[in-house]
C-alpha cells in the first residue's frame, strides 16, 4: 500500500476512534480506501471486519483461549510453595504482613488468623524448575511450555467484582468484556462463527455463580457480545430449525427472503436491507458450522484419550478444552472457557483434589494439542482465577483440614503460547505469599500485556461513550515486556 | 522513508486544516466566538495537560479565572487584550522544542493561532457552552422568507406547523427538497409503533384509509394517545433510564419485588402527568407533605440500583455504588452530563469541579437503605382486608392517648405499618464480640457474647421492635447502657417461638447512648447461636395504653407488621439520629475521605433557588425549574430521538462541550421552550407536536442521490426508517398472529424460553413458563434479570438494565434471523398467522395477499406475490413428498424445549436441571386440519414465517 493510502487509513482509524462512531460508517469507509483489513473474505460494509485497519504492533498472537478458574484458586496449594507456612503452621499472621489489608466480611470476624501451610507436596518441574504441586501432574509435565506469573495482585475482594474487573477492566458492571473488545477492534476471521465464543463447566462441589454480563459487549455493539455454546442440542440458542424445517426447506426460505427483501432494496434504497440479507445468510451458515464445531464424534480415539476420559462427556471441562482447540482451527478470536468451583473457604484439601482432577490433565492436554498442530505459537492460552487465597485458615485449622478466604494481594496464573516466554516464572511473593516482593502484575497490566500480544496499543484501543474515552484498562496498565518472547 | 512521510503527512494535514478554516472564515463574524471557536480548540489541544484532570505548569483553561491565573512561572499565562506577552501564545508558536506546546502532538496550525491572539485581544472573553444557557424564547423562521428562498411553492404547503419551518430552512440552505408524505398504510403503522409500541389493527387502518376528513390522521393521532398501550410503550423507554429489572444485579441476582414501579409509570404515562410532576415525585416523592402509596412507588425510580446480596460483601462499599449510580443516572437521565467523570477529578471538558461530585453526592446520601438483603426500605401494600385493620389502628389513634384527635400521629404511625423504619440492621452494630453477622446478613451471637450499639438517642423511644429468624429457648437478650455491665434498659426472653417481628418494652431514657446488647443461653453450647436477627426498630408505643381494647389493637399492629403484603423497595429520608455525613472522595475512593461537604448543585448550572430545601424535593425543583439549561432541551431531544432515529443532539447523553452539536440548534431551543412554557410540560402534548409534523410524515424513501448526502438522515428530507426495537419487535409478531394478550399490570411474567438459559447456582429461582395468557403478554412486562435478561430481547440490543442506558445501539446481526426464524415463539406466531391466512380464502393468492397485508397494512405487488407463490409451491411439493414433516411443522413449537437437553446434570454440564411436569405448562390444542389442507397450512406456515422475517416488517418504515 502506498504511504498516501496509509496515511489516510491512519486518519480514518484515528478519526473513528476520536469521534463518537457507533455505526459501522468508518469502518466501511476505511475498507472503501483499500486499507488492510483483516478479514479480506467479509463484504466492505460487513460490521465483523475490526475498527482497527491495521494493528498498533505487529501481533504475535492471533487468538486467545482463556481458562478462568472462577472461585480463585488457591496459589499456596497449586503453585506458590512456602516452606516458612509450614515452620509457622497454626501460628497467627503476623500483623506486619498483614499490614492492613482489608479482609472480606466471611473473616473478618475471626478471632484469629493461623497460618495454613499446604498439604500438597511441592517439587521442581521440568528444566525451568517450576514449582507444582502434586495436585496438577499432568501441568507439571509441560512446565517448561508455560510462563507463570507469580505476582497477580488485583483490588476487589469479593467474586462478582473481581471477575468482572478481570474480564472488563473495571469492577462496576457495563464494561465491554476483553473478548468483546478485541472482536470491536481486530474483526473476524471466520465468518461462519461467532468471534467471541463462551463454554461453561462447573466442578463438583456447588459453585459460585456466573453470569452472561461477563461476556457482555457493555456499550460496544452488541454483534460484540459472547456467544455461548452449550452442551445440548441446540448449542446456540435458536440454532436448530423448528421441527418440520429442513435444511432444504430452510435454504428455500433463505433465497425467496432475500429475492423479497431485495424488492425492498430496489423501492427503497436502505442499505440496511442488505446488511439484513448477509445476515441471514450468515445465520444459514452458522447452521451448519456451529455443530460442525461441536462434533466431537471424528476425533480419534487417542485424543480423548489426551484430553482424558471427560473429554467424552460434553459440558465437562476437558470436553470444553478439546472444544477450545477445534474453534481455534477455526480461528475464533476468542475463546472463553469458565470453570466454577475453586472457591474453597472450607475443606480446601479435599475440594481443590476434586477440582484439580477436573482440570489438570485437559489444560495440559490442550497446550501439548494446540503444539502439535502448530497452533500454539499465535494462540495465547491463559489459565488463572479473579484472586488468590489467604495463607491462614478460614475456620479451624486442624493437620489435615483447612479452608482460605479470598485473598487480592498476589495470586499465580499461567500462560503459555502466542508470543509468551516459556519456561520461566515471573514475579515473586514473600515467604508468607502474602504479599509481592517482585514485579508485581496488576489486572490491567495483564490486559495491556495481553493486547499488546494481539498488536493492540491499549493506551490507543478506545471507545468514545458518554463523553468519555474508555479502554479495557481503565486509566493504568502497563505491558509486561519480560514475560514477551 | 520515515522524514519522507512525516512531510507527506503535514502537507496532508496543513492542507486539511487550510480547507477546513477557509470554510471556517466565510462565515466567521468579526468577533471571535469563545463557545464555537476557542473552546474546540483549546479542548482538542490543550484541555488534556491544562484541565479538570491534570494542570500542569498549575495553568488549567477549564474556567477562566484558572485560565487567568498565575500559573507556576509566577505570571499569567493569558493576559486579556496584549496576545503578544501572552505566555500562552508565546509557547504555541515558538519554535524551541522544549517550549513549543502542546508538548506533544502537531503544533498548532497558523489559523488557530491567529484565532487565540484575536480572541485575547479582543479581552479572552469566556463564553458559555450553549447546552448551559437556558433557552430562550424564539420564533419559527418566517415562511414568507422561506417562500422568497425556495424555488417552488409547493416546499412551504409542505409546512404542517412550526418544526416544519426549521426543519425546511435548513433543507433550502442545502438545496434539499423534503419528501412527500408517506402513504397512509405506512404512516399509520409508522406512529402506531412510535406512540403505542404496536402495529395498529386492520380496523384501525382501514378507517384511516378511508377517512377524507382533513383531520383524518389527527384523529388516529388522538386515538393513540389514549390508548392505554401508550403508557406501557413510554414505560419501556423509561425503564431504561430507570434501570428497571426484577432481580437485583449481582452474583446470584435474586429476585426483586419491584413492578409496581413499573405500573406507576405506566399509569403515569397514560394520565400524561407532567414531566416536572413525574420528575419531582420519582426523586422526591417520600419528601412531598403526607406522601401517598403512589409518591412512595414513584421513588422506586432510584431504588433499581443493584444490591450486592453476596457472602463477604461489606454493604457500606455497596450503599456508597448505589448512591454513585444514583447520581450519575440523575445526570444522565436529566441534564444529559456525564458527572461520573468527576467521581475521581475535576471534568476533564465541562466546567464541573471534583468537589461538585460530593455536594451532589449529599442529596441522596441520607436514605435509610443500605444494601441489606431486605432491600428496606420498602412500601408494604396490604390487601383491602389489612388495610381495614390498619384503618382501625388510625381510628383508635384518633380517639385515644395524648394524641387524641391528631389526624397527623394517626397518619404517621399508619405510614410506620407501611414501612416501619428506621431500621438498624445487624452491621450497623459494632464491637461484636463472639458473634457473626452469619451470611454478613444476620446478627448471630453465641452464649456470653456481646455487641454494641454506639451513641444511640433513646429519647422518646420505649418500645423496641425485633425481627427474629430463630431462636434456641431459655436464652435471653439483656440491654444494657454504656458497657456489658451497666444499667439494665430491657431484658428479652428467648424461646422457640421467637421469630418474627416481636415488640418489648425498654426503659425509658433521654439522649444518646452506647447500647451493649449481650446475649445469654446457659444450656446451649458455645458454638451455637442464641438467636438470630434481621434487624429492630426503636420506636414509640401505641398510644391509649391501658384504655379497653388497647390489647386487641396492639396485637392487630404487631399482626400488620408481621404481615408481608406487597412490598416496594422505596426511597425513605434518614432522620436526624441516623444522618450521615458526606465527605468528598479522594480520587473516588471510598475508604478515603476528604472535606466534608453539603449538598448544593454546581455553580455553573446556577445555584439551588435560595428558598429550596436542601434535600432531594429541592433538588428536584431545580432540575425542573425552568432557569435549568439542560433539562427541557434533554426531554424534549429524547423524545425526538425515540421518534426520529435520531436525536437533534445525537448524543442524548452528552450535551457537554464534548457532545455533538445539535443538528437544528434553534428547533431544539423552540421544542424546549414550547415543552416548558405552552405545553405546560406535557409529554402528549410534545409528542403530538412532534407526529404532526410534516417532516415527521414524510416517505422514508430514499434516492441514491440523497443517502450520498445525507446518509443518516440528519437534514431530514425523509421520513425516519429504522429497525424496530426488542419489545416491539415481540409484540407485533403476536399483535399480527392475533396471539397478543392485552392485559395490564402485574407481576412479571415468563414467556417462553429455552431450557438451560438461566445458569442458577444457588438462588432456588427458576424460570417457570407463565400459564395461559401470561405467556402473550407484552415485552414490558416480561421478567427481567439483570443476569440473563430474556435472550431473544437481548439479541435484538436489550441492554441488562444492570445500569442506566440512555441510548440503545441498534446492530444487525445473524444472532437476531436466528431468533425470527427459529424461535418458538415466533414460529408459534407463523402457525397462527398461516392458520388465520387459510380461513380467509380458498384461494391461494388470496391467502398469500392476506397474509401480506395482515402483517404489513398495504397490498402486496405482484412480483413479492410470485415470489412468495413459488415459495409455496416448492414447499408444498416437499410435503407432499415429505408428509410426516407436516405435523412436525405444525406441532407445538414449545415442545421443541422440552426435550432439549438429554442428560443434563450427569455430563456435569452447566444446563439447568428442569421438572419436567412443570415445563409442560403448555396443552395447546393442535391446529385442526384435516387431511387435504395440512399441507397446505404447513406451506402458508413456511409462507408466513418468512412474511415476519422480511425487512421491511422488523423495521419501522
Request: net charge negative.
Amino acid at each position: 500500500m502506498d504511504i498516501l493510502n496509509e496515511h489516510y487509513c491512519q486518519m480514518n482509524r484515528r478519526h473513528f476512534l476520536s469521534k463518537l462512531s457507533l455505526g459501522v460508517g468508518s469502518a466501511a469507509l476505511g475498507s472503501l480506501l483499500g486499507c488492510t483489513a483483516n478479514s479480506a473474505s467479509l463484504p466492505e460494509n460487513d460490521p465483523l471486519n475490526g475498527i482497527l485497519n491495521s494493528t498498533h504492533f505487529l501481533p504475535k498472537a492471533k487468538r486467545v483461549i482463556y481458562l478462568f478458574q472462577s472461585g480463585g484458586p488457591s496459589q499456596m496449594d497449586l503453585f506458590d510453595y512456602k516452606p516458612m507456612l509450614k515452620k509457622m503452621q497454626g501460628q497467627d499472621l503476623p500483623e506486619s504482613v498483614r499490614n492492613g489489608q482489608r479482609l472480606t466480611g466471611m473473616t473478618a470476624g475471626q478471632s484469629s488468623f493461623p497460618l495454613a501451610s499446604s498439604i500438597f507436596d511441592f517439587k521442581q518441574r521440568g528444566q525451568s524448575g517450576a514449582w507444582v504441586s502434586d495436585l496438577m501432574p499432568h501441568v507439571a509435565e509441560i512446565a517448561d511450555e508455560l510462563c507463570f506469573v507469580k505476582s497477580m495482585h488485583t483490588e476487589a475482594i469479593n467474586h462478582d467484582p473481581a471477575i468482572t474487573f478481570f474480564q472488563t477492566g473495571s469492577q462496576q458492571p457495563g464494561r465491554p468484556s476483553m473478548g468483546s473488545w478485541l472482536s470491536y477492534g481486530l474483526g473476524s476471521d471466520n465468518k461462519n462463527l461467532p468471534n467471541f465464543i463462551v463454554l461453561l463447566s462447573r466442578g463438583a462441589q456447588r459453585p459460585q455463580p456466573i453470569y452472561s454480563r461477563l461476556w457482555g459487549n457493555g456499550f460496544l455493539p452488541s454483534l460484540h457480545q459472547g456467544v455461548q455454546f452449550r452442551s445440548g442440542k441446540d448449542p446456540v440458542l435458536y440454532l436448530n430449525n423448528p421441527d418440520g424445517i429442513t435444511s432444504t426447506s430452510r435454504r428455500k426460505v433463505l433465497d425467496h427472503l432475500a429475492h423479497l427483501n431485495q424488492i425492498r432494496m430496489d423501492d427503497f434504497g436502505d442499505p440496511e436491507i442488505q446488511s439484513r440479507i448477509s445476515q441471514y445468510e450468515m445465520a444459514y451458515r452458522m447452521q451448519t458450522s456451529v455443530p460442525d464445531a461441536m462434533d466431537l464424534s471424528e476425533e480419534p480415539d487417542e485424543v480423548f484419550d489426551l484430553y482424558g476420559p471427560d473429554s467424552r462427556k460434553p459440558g465437562t471441562y476437558a470436553a470444553n478444552c478439546l472444544l477450545a482447540r477445534r474453534l481455534a482451527e477455526r480461528d475464533v478470536k476468542f475463546i472463553q472457557l469458565y470453570h466454577l468451583g475453586w472457591d474453597q473457604h472450607s475443606d480446601l484439601p479435599r475440594d481443590i483434589s476434586l477440582q484439580s482432577r477436573d482440570t489438570d490433565q485437559a489444560s495440559a492436554a490442550l497446550i501439548k494439542d494446540l503444539k502439535r498442530r502448530g497452533l500454539l505459537e499465535d494462540t495465547l492460552v491463559v489459565w488463572g482465577g479473579e484472586f488468590g487465597r489467604t495463607n491462614y485458615s478460614q475456620g479451624t485449622l486442624t493437620e489435615d483440614n483447612y479452608g482460605r478466604d479470598h485473598h487480592p494481594r498476589c495470586f499465580t496464573i499461567w500462560m503459555a503460547g502466542g508470543g509468551i516466554k516459556s519456561g520461566i516464572t515471573y514475579g515473586e511473593t514473600d515467604e508468607f505469599s502474602y504479599n509481592i516482593v517482585k514485579d508485581p502484575v496488576h489486572v490491567h497490566d495483564f490486559q495491556a500485556t495481553m493486547l499488546y500480544l494481539l498488536g493492540i496499543d491499549h493506551e490507543k484501543f478506545t471507545f468514545k461513550h458518554q463523553g468519555r474515552r474508555y479502554r479495557l484498562t481503565d486509566v493504568s496498565g502497563h505491558v509486561v515486556k519480560d514475560i514477551i518472547a | 522513508m520515515k522524514l519522507r512521510r512525516k512531510i507527506l503527512l503535514s502537507g496532508i494535514l496543513l492542507i486539511s486544516l487550510g480547507a477546513y478554516f477557509l470554510f471556517f472564515f466565510s462565515w466567521k463574524q468579526e468577533e471571535v466566538d469563545f463557545s464555537t471557536e476557542i473552546k474546540p480548540l483549546l479542548n482538542k489541544h490543550c484541555i488534556t495537560c491544562h484541565g479538570g484532570v491534570k494542570k500542569n505548569g498549575k495553568f488549567s483553561v477549564l474556567f477562566r479565572h484558572e485560565a487567568m491565573d498565575t500559573t507556576e512561572s509566577g505570571k499569567p499565562a493569558i493576559i486579556p487584550g496584549d496576545a503578544d506577552h501572552s505566555e500562552l501564545i508565546h509557547r504555541i508558536t515558538s519554535n524551541d522544542p522544549e517550549e513549543r506546546m502542546p508538548s506533544e502532538g502537531e503544533p498548532l496550525s497558523k489559523e488557530e493561532i491567529q484565532l487565540l491572539k484575536d480572541w485575547i485581544d479582543q479581552g479572552a472573553k469566556w463564553g458559555e457552552h450553549w447546552a448551559y444557557k437556558k433557552p430562550e424564547k424564539l420564533s419559527p423562521p418566517d415562511v414568507e422568507t422561506l417562500a422568497a428562498s425556495t424555488s417552488a411553492d409547493q416546499e412551504t404547503s409542505w409546512i404542517k406547523n412550526d418544526i416544519d419551518k426549521f426543519i425546511l430552512e435548513k433543507l433550502n440552505e442545502e438545496s434539499l427538497q423534503p419528501s412527500a408524505e408517506a402513504d397512509r398504510a405506512t404512516l399509520i403503522r409508522r406512529v402506531s409503533f412510535d406512540l403505542i409500541g404496536l402495529p395498529p389493527s386492520p380496523e384501525d387502518v382501514k378507517a384511516f384509509e378511508s377517512d377524507n376528513s382533513p383531520e383524518a390522521y389527527e384523529k388516529v393521532v388522538d386515538k393513540l394517545l389514549a390508548s392505554p398501550h401508550y403508557g406501557e410503550r413510554w414505560a419501556s423507554m423509561w425503564m431504561d433510564l430507570a434501570r428497571y429489572a426484577d432481580t437485583r444485579g449481582y452474583e446470584k441476582d435474586s429476585y426483586r419485588n419491584i413492578w409496581k414501579y413499573r405500573d406507576w409509570l405506566i399509569n403515569a404515562f397514560n394520565h400524561d402527568m407532567p414531566f416536572d410532576q413525574f420528575t419531582i415525585e420519582q426523586l422526591a416523592g417520600d419528601l412531598l407533605p403526607n406522601p401517598s402509596p403512589e409518591l412512595y412507588v414513584a421513588t422506586a425510580f432510584h431504588r433499581n440500583t443493584m444490591n450486592n446480596d453476596e457472602g463477604g460483601t461489606d454493604n457500606e462499599e455497596f450503599r456508597v455504588a448505589e448512591v454513585i449510580d444514583r447520581v450519575n443516572t440523575t445526570w444522565e437521565v436529566w441534564q444529559g452530563t456525564t458527572f461520573s467523570c468527576i467521581q475521581c477529578h475535576s471534568h476533564p471538558y465541562d466546567p464541573f469541579t471534583h468537589d461538585e461530585y460530593y455536594k451532589f453526592f449529599a442529596f441522596f446520601n441520607n436514605t435509610r437503605d443500605e444494601d441489606t438483603f431486605t432491600e428496606s426500605p420498602n412500601y408494604k401494600e396490604f390487601s383491602s382486608e389489612d388495610e381495614e385493620k390498619v384503618d382501625d389502628i388510625k381510628n383508635w389513634i384518633t380517639h385515644h392517648g395524648s394524641a387524641k384527635e391528631n389526624k397527623e400521629k394517626a397518619e404517621e404511625i399508619a405510614r410506620f405499618i407501611h414501612i416501619t423504619e428506621p431500621k438498624v440492621h445487624p452491621h450497623n452494630f459494632d464491637s461484636l464480640t463472639n458473634g457473626t453477622h452469619a451470611d454478613t446478613k444476620f446478627l448471630v451471637v453465641y452464649p456470653g457474647g456481646f455487641c454494641r450499639l454506639k451513641d444511640f438517642n433513646l429519647t422518646g423511644k420505649t418500645r423496641l421492635l425485633i425481627s427474629f429468624g430463630w431462636a434456641l429457648p431459655n436464652g435471653t437478650i439483656e440491654i444494657r447502657k454504656e458497657s456489658t455491665e451497666g444499667e439494665l434498659i430491657a431484658k428479652i426472653p428467648l424461646s422457640d417461638n421467637t421469630k418474627g417481628v416481636l415488640a418489648y418494652d425498654l426503659k425509658k431514657e433521654e439522649g444518646e447512648h452506647n447500647l451493649y446488647f449481650v446475649f445469654k443461653n446457659k444450656h446451649a453450647e458455645p458454638t451455637k447461636g442464641v438467636c438470630s436477627i434481621n434487624w429492630m426498630v426503636f420506636t414509640e408505643p401505641l398510644a391509649g395504653s391501658g384504655e379497653a381494647g388497647f390489647e386487641k389493637i396492639q396485637q392487630t399492629y404487631l399482626d400488620l407488621l408481621n404481615t408481608e403484603g406487597n412490598p416496594t423497595p422505596i426511597m425513605f429520608e434518614n432522620k436526624p439520629d441516623f444522618h450521615r455525613n458526606t465527605y468528598v472522595f479522594s480520587r473516588g475512593n471510598w475508604l478515603v475521605r476528604d472535606k466534608q461537604v453539603e449538598p448544593d448543585v454546581p455553580a455553573t448550572l446556577g445555584g439551588l433557588p435560595a428558598d429550596a430545601p436542601k434535600n432531594r424535593l429541592g433538588l428536584a425543583h431545580w432540575i425542573v425549574s425552568e432557569e435549568n439549561p439542560l433539562t427541557a432541551r434533554v426531554t424534549v431531544n429524547r423524545f425526538w430521538e425515540q421518534l426520529f432515529g435520531k436525536g437533534l443532539v445525537e448524543t442524548l447523553e452528552d450535551f457537554g462541550s464534548q457532545g455533538e452539536t445539535p443538528s437544528h440548534p434553534e428547533l431544539l431551543d423552540w421544542l424546549a421552550w414550547q415543552f416548558m412554557h405552552e405545553n405546560d410540560w406535557s409529554m402528549k402534548a410534545l409528542l403530538k407536536q412532534m407526529v404532526m409534523s410534516a417532516t415527521y410524515r414524510q416517505s422514508s424513501e430514499v434516492s441514491l442521490a440523497l443517502l450520498e448526502t445525507d446518509p443518516a438522515n440528519r437534514l431530514l428530507a425523509r421520513g425516519p426508517r429504522f429497525r424496530l426495537n426488542a419489545e416491539q419487535i415481540r409484540d407485533q409478531v403476536l399483535a399480527v398472529s392475533g396471539l397478543l394478550s392485552d392485559k395490564m399490570y402485574g407481576e412479571s411474567v415468563m414467556p417462553l424460553q429455552p431450557n438451560g438459559v438461566w445458569q442458577v447456582v444457588y438462588s432456588g429461582e427458576s424460570w417457570n413458563t407463565s400459564q395461559g395468557e401470561d405467556q402473550y403478554r407484552r415485552a414490558v412486562y416480561t421478567y427481567w434479570r439483570r443476569t440473563s435478561p430474556y435472550p431473544s430481547m437481548v439479541s435484538f440490543d436489550a441492554p441488562s438494565r444492570e445500569f442506566c442506558t440512555t441510548r440503545r445501539v441498534s446492530t444487525n446481526t445473524p444472532l437476531q434471523a436466528l431468533v425470527t426464524l427459529n424461535d418458538p415463539v415466533y414460529f408459534e406466531a407463523a402457525q397462527q398467522l398461516a392458520s388465520n391466512m387459510l380461513t380467509t380464502s380458498d384461494n391461494l393468492d388470496e391467502q398469500l395477499k392476506a397474509g401480506y397485508k395482515r402483517v404489513l397494512f398495504r397490498e402486496i405487488s405482484d412480483n413479492k406475490l410470485e415470489e412468495l407463490k413459488i415459495l409455496y409451491n416448492e414447499v408444498k411439493q416437499y410435503y407432499r413428498d415429505n408428509p410426516e414433516a407436516i405435523q412436525e411443522v405444525l406441532s407445538d413449537p414449545a415442545s421443541f424445549f422440552e426435550n432439549t437437553d438429554e442428560k443434563e446434570d450427569e455430563n456435569g454440564g452447566m444446563e439447568q436441571k428442569i421438572d419436567r411436569e412443570e415445563q409442560k405448562v403448555r396443552q395447546k390444542e393442535k391446529i385442526p386440519c384435516d387431511q387435504d389442507d395440512c399441507y397446505q397450512l404447513a406451506a402458508l406456515t413456511v409462507a408466513a414465517n418468512t412474511l415476519l422475517n422480511l425487512d421491511e416488517f422488523i423495521t419501522k418504515e
